[in-house]
């Protein structure tokens, strides 16, 4: 597992043990950067479910401003914690220990917006749909940002999205990747 391009690339980061974190592979992780092209740049980005971290640093590594990682295991965010110094980010990177479907939001995403959200739980648990059902996730996406879900291909998407659109989704094999947007009002 590498940061793909960037000021990073090639950068190896800390792989997770065991099988309780699957990180995104290395060609998911190329094409959707590619899919995001330039949007990238200056983004404030929150990865949830983050695992190793290595959504959240390859945004970084492509000139992302500032990512949030959140995470409600000890063993990812010590994994993120590594990957994060092992790339030279660690002004520009939050970890979150917590649990996202929490009472209390923690003061790092709160009252925030964010250009990409980074969304890749674990599979065949309904935490994709649970999350994007959440009435507050819209609120944490500003006004022109991308949700990337990834999910497993057989798991389809709620038809209502609280306020969020499907711009597109792309297959790959048992994983699809999912870029939800703002509701655009129709007046």
């Not at 000890?74 to 990177?93: L, S, W």
Request: proline share 5%; charged share 25%.
């Amino acid at each position: 597992m590498r940061i793909i391009s960037g000021i990073c690339r090639g950068r190896k980061l800390t792989p997770p043990k065991g099988l309780d974190i699957r990180p995104t592979s290395d060609r998911i992780r190329e094409t959707l950067f590619n899919i995001l092209g330039p949007r990238v740049r200056h983004a404030q980005v929150l990865d949830l479910f983050a695992g190793t971290g290595a959504l959240g640093l390859e945004a970084l590594s492509r000139g992302a401003a500032h990512a949030v990682f959140l995470d409600r295991s000890d063993t990812a965010c010590h994994i993120i914690r590594q990957n994060i110094d092992r790339c030279g980010f660690p002004a520009q990177a939050t970890v979150v220990r917590q649990d996202l479907f929490s009472p209390r939001t923690h003061a790092a995403i709160l009252c925030r917006q964010f250009d990409l959200i980074f969304l890749d739980p674990p599979y065949d648990n309904g935490y994709v749909s649970k999350t994007l059902e959440q009435k507050n996730l819209v609120d944490l996406l500003s006004e022109n940002g991308i949700i990337v879900a990834e999910h497993a291909a057989h798991e389809i998407l709620p038809s209502s999205l609280n306020g969020l659109d499907i711009l597109r989704q792309k297959k790959y094999s048992r994983t699809t990747i999912s870029f939800l947007t703002r509701t655009q009002d129709t007046e």
